[in-house]
T-cell receptor, first 112, second 112 residues
């Protein structure tokens, strides 16, 4: 039973446009959410996070939005750059009790 | 520089052999984790450890074993009981469950 779902395996976006990556979760106990970026044959690197007490967190070109009632979060990248091409993983945790649960990832391709 | 070191980067194993993947961190993190990545499967938790001399099974622990004799080290043994061991293995650490992970660069294990 997948608790964190990334339903789009891949996404292609033109350079300079907005990339929107989506993530849904089923466990209402999750209260901390993170996005990781991963290049082939490398470990994931932390990108941005959000606590359930917020609905938006911004860091430069990256913004994460959280809709608790819909159990949905999204990552916006504006403007998209070719170097953003990677696999993006959504992850969630239940504070203090469980390891991170990861989605299956979305492969983003930014086309120049 | 602080970080997590996984070795080797590539590993080949004959069927029926056990093999041990190394993971060392100098971040003074209490918790350490092993994940496995397969194409289209995201990151799946194998084992984790919150403290020295203690560890718990993750979602796919069968065929694997771990030890945590030192805070800095969390080696993973892939035994001959693991039916499909070919995968990309990632080690991670953090200071506690409600904090993001730092990942190693991974070990690609191939059974020949």
């Amino acid at each position: 039973d997948q608790q964190v779902k990334q339903n789009s395996p891949s996404l292609s976006v033109q350079e300079g446009r907005i990339s929107i990556l989506n993530c849904d979760y089923t466990n209402s106990m999750f209260d901390y959410f993170l996005w990781y970026k991963k290049y082939p044959a490398e470990g994931p690197t932390f990108l941005i996070s959000i606590s359930s007490i917020k609905d938006k967190n911004e860091d430069g070109r990256f913004t994460v939005f959280l809709n608790k009632s819909a159990k949905h979060l999204s990552l916006h990248i504006v403007p998209s750059q070719p170097g953003d091409s990677a696999v993006y993983f959504c992850a969630a945790s239940h504070e203090g009790n469980t390891p991170l649960v990861f989605g299956k990832g979305t492969r983003l391709s930014v086309i120049a | 520089d602080g970080g997590i070191t996984q070795s080797p980067k590539y590993l080949f194993r004959k069927e029926g052999q056990n093999v041990t993947l190394s993971c060392e961190q100098n971040l003074n993190h209490d918790a350490m984790y092993w994940y496995r990545q397969d194409p289209g499967q995201g990151l799946r938790l194998i084992y984790y450890s919150q403290i020295v001399n203690d560890f718990q099974k993750g979602d796919i622990a069968e065929g694997y074993s771990v030890s945590r004799e030192k805070k800095e080290s969390f080696p993973l043994t892939v035994t001959s009981a693991q039916k499909n061991p070919t995968a990309f293995y990632l080690c991670a650490s953090n200071t506690g469950f409600n904090y993001g992970y730092t990942f190693g660069s991974g070990t690609r294990l191939t059974v020949v």
